[in-house]
């Protein structure tokens, strides 16, 4: 079975078994499971179902694996003869899931 969630603000297609990195879940650890409600499609075939926007019931468990960093991006800024330079490093907070259960 295949459901379309949202989760951190991205939109995935999974089945169960599913390896995803994902932006970091707030208050989690490694090993902590998390439920998923926000489905916005579900099924395969002649059972396929979308929500208007989600579908009721519908919910998706996942296994925290783990949390980690991203790499790091540089943000570099400059104007020409003007003497402005600013450089600024980012790494983006991850969790990696994998899908449990898919129900609905």
Do not use: C, W
């Not at 169960?16 to 990195?21: Q, S």
């Not at 650890?29 to 579908?55: M, N, Y």
């Amino acid at each position: 079975m295949r459901a379309t969630i949202k989760t951190q603000g991205q939109q995935h297609t999974v089945s169960e078994g599913d390896i995803l990195i994902v932006n970091r879940f707030p208050n989690t650890e490694a090993g902590s499971t998390i439920t998923i409600t926000d489905v916005l499609a579900l099924g395969e075939g002649a059972d396929f179902r979308v929500g208007k926007p989600i579908l009721p019931g519908a919910a998706v468990s996942a296994k925290v694996l783990e949390n980690k960093r991203g790499d790091k991006v540089i943000v570099f800024k400059k104007k020409k003869r003007k003497g402005y330079e600013r450089k600024q490093g980012h790494r983006q907070e991850l969790s990696v899931i994998k899908i449990e259960s898919i129900t609905g």
